[in-house]
């Protein structure tokens, strides 16, 4: 299912799910059901059977009637990761480094702010005297249990749903913090998109796959575990000129390793909480130097799209 939170004619916040081009909502139809979606994720054992049997219900708005929110506006935690070898071959070549091997050893991640968060056709503003702002195309998996010590072949068990992540950076501010090895500051801390909805885990079934050293991209190092991904097609534009095309398949570090890795140690993961994939192989202007395209400025309309989730659409402001 398409889980959406939106506001509905009456200037209510809700929740619902996609059904015959429109939305139902969640508590109109049902009201012991939630209006939020943190609450619905923490619960959603009791409430998606109901959903299920009910997925094909006449819509109760149309998208022209309500306006469509970030899924997950308040993520109890976010961690964003660097899953691509691709991107950090690119990234590293425009920063001047190489790829530390740490990164061959065990996935990468930094916490993100997860109170700025902004949904689809959100108006993201530039921060001052930025220069170089960029867009960053990710996958983001959304937890729906509670655990510590997850294996990797266990963690499907703690995955509630998948959506688009635009990762936005200052890359200006990010050049100057990053002198100082303390991993990402203000460069980061302006927004984070979510959306367009929330796919629950089921529907990604069909895109799982596997893949071979003979499919696989050569200049890449082949991953240390050939399952556990999807073949979902990605792609960025600004102002409908296409930046990048790749596929979700090309991830080094896979979603179930990256969970694995944030809850060793005896840390607890909590439904809701939000892991990033890190960013898509040219999925980002700072990996062709913004030759491709200039740095982000006010006017300029970004979309994202990952196959079979949708489009998350914003717009730069000043």
């Given at each position: 299912?398409?889980?959406?939170?939106?506001?509905?004619?009456?200037?209510?916040?809700?929740?619902?799910?996609l059904?015959?081009?429109?939305?139902?909502?969640?508590?109109?139809?049902n009201?012991s059901?939630?209006?939020?979606?943190?609450s619905?994720i923490?619960?959603?054992?009791?409430?998606l059977?109901?959903l299920?049997k009910n997925?094909n219900?006449?819509?109760?708005?149309?998208?022209?009637?309500?306006?469509?929110?970030?899924?997950?506006?308040?993520?109890?935690?976010?961690?964003d990761?660097?899953?691509?070898?691709?991107?950090?071959?690119?990234?590293?070549?425009?920063?001047?480094?190489?790829?530390?091997?740490?990164?061959?050893?065990?996935?990468?991640?930094?916490?993100?702010?997860?109170?700025?968060?902004?949904?689809?056709?959100?108006?993201?503003?530039r921060?001052?005297?930025?220069?170089?702002?960029?867009?960053e195309?990710?996958?983001?998996?959304?937890?729906?249990?509670?655990g510590?010590n997850?294996?990797?072949?266990?963690?499907?068990?703690?995955?509630f749903?998948?959506t688009i992540?635009?990762?936005?950076?200052?890359?200006?501010?990010?050049?100057?913090e990053?002198?100082?090895?303390?991993?990402?500051?203000?460069?980061?801390?302006?927004?984070?998109?979510?959306?367009?909805?929330?796919?629950?885990?089921?529907?990604?079934n069909?895109?799982?796959?596997?893949?071979?050293?003979?499919?696989?991209?050569?200049?890449?190092?082949?991953?240390?575990?050939?399952?556990?991904?999807?073949d979902?097609?990605?792609?960025?534009?600004?102002?409908?000129?296409?930046?990048?095309?790749?596929?979700?398949?090309?991830?080094?570090w896979?979603?179930?390793?990256q969970?694995?890795?944030?809850?060793?140690?005896?840390?607890?993961?909590?439904?809701?909480?939000?892991?990033?994939?890190?960013?898509?192989?040219?999925?980002?202007?700072?990996?062709?130097?913004?030759?491709?395209?200039?740095?982000?400025?006010?006017g300029?309309?970004?979309?994202l799209?990952?196959?079979?989730?949708?489009?998350?659409?914003?717009?730069i402001?000043?």
């Amino acid at each position: 299912m398409k889980l959406y939170s939106f506001v509905d004619p009456s200037g209510r916040n809700k929740i619902g799910w996609l059904s015959q081009g429109g939305i139902v909502d969640m508590n109109t139809f049902n009201a012991s059901l939630p209006t939020d979606m943190l609450s619905f994720i923490q619960h959603h054992s009791e409430h998606l059977p109901w959903l299920e049997k009910n997925k094909n219900l006449r819509p109760h708005y149309l998208f022209d009637q309500i306006k469509i929110l970030p899924p997950l506006p308040n993520p109890p935690s976010f961690r964003d990761y660097i899953g691509f070898e691709q991107h950090m071959l690119n990234a590293s070549k425009s920063f001047g480094h190489t790829i530390g091997e740490a990164w061959y050893e065990m996935p990468i991640f930094y916490f993100t702010n997860h109170q700025i968060i902004t949904g689809p056709d959100a108006e993201i503003k530039r921060p001052a005297k930025e220069t170089r702002m960029d867009l960053e195309l990710e996958m983001a998996v959304i937890i729906g249990k509670k655990g510590s010590n997850i294996n990797p072949d266990h963690a499907d068990d703690y995955i509630f749903g998948y959506t688009i992540f635009n990762d936005w950076t200052a890359r200006a501010i990010q050049r100057v913090e990053m002198q100082v090895p303390l991993g990402p500051h203000k460069g980061k801390d302006f927004a984070n998109t979510l959306g367009p909805c929330i796919i629950t885990k089921d529907e990604l079934n069909q895109f799982k796959c596997e893949i071979d050293p003979t499919s696989f991209p050569s200049h890449l190092k082949f991953p240390p575990d050939p399952r556990f991904r999807f073949d979902l097609k990605m792609s960025a534009k600004i102002n409908d000129q296409v930046i990048c095309n790749g596929n979700y398949n090309t991830v080094y570090w896979t979603f179930p390793y990256q969970i694995a890795r944030a809850s060793e140690n005896d840390v607890t993961l909590y439904p809701g909480d939000v892991l990033g994939s890190g960013t898509l192989g040219w999925g980002s202007l700072i990996e062709n130097n913004f030759s491709v395209h200039r740095p982000l400025e006010p006017g300029d309309v970004v979309e994202l799209e990952i196959e079979n989730i949708g489009i998350l659409r914003n717009k730069i402001v000043s």
